[in-house]
């Protein structure tokens, strides 16, 4: 049932990794605690993990890479060509890095029907019954 995350942070580097699947541990001890995911089929719950996971992978992981994109593109428009955040070079060897990652990352939402704005996490509760919903309404 966890495939899609440990598919996601698969070579991604402890530092990202980590705190990530911590994370995904800790949301999926809270859905147990609410009525309708504990209600929910196999293959609903799948679904919330599924989206869990890109969620929490957007959150971790494709927000920071858009931004350093960002930082990294008006960077070189004054001159800069290699900027270091930590151990890492943020240089057109990492662009290029993320732009496979970013439109692997689109291709998933994509074949899952979803957009990117749409991951966003409010709570634990408020995420299950709002994914419950739209899969009940996709069902009919």
């Given at each position: ?38 209600q929910s ?77 749409q991951l ?21």
């Amino acid at each position: 049932m966890d495939e899609m995350i440990t598919a996601l942070t698969r070579g991604i580097g402890a530092e990202l990794y980590k705190p990530l699947r911590i994370q995904y541990w800790n949301w999926k001890k809270t859905f147990i605690n609410n009525i309708s995911y504990r209600q929910s089929n196999e293959m609903v719950k799948l679904f919330l993990h599924d989206v869990l996971a890109l969620s929490l992978f957007n959150q971790y992981v494709m927000t920071p890479i858009y931004g350093a994109s960002n930082f990294t593109e008006e960077s070189s428009q004054m001159g800069v060509t290699r900027v270091r955040m930590g151990s890492h070079h943020i240089d057109k060897k990492f662009t290029e890095t993320t732009e496979g990652i970013t439109k692997q990352f689109y291709a998933i939402n994509k074949n899952y029907g979803l957009k990117v704005e749409q991951l966003h996490i409010a709570s634990a509760n408020e995420f299950i019954e709002h994914w419950i919903g739209v899969v009940k309404n996709n069902v009919k």
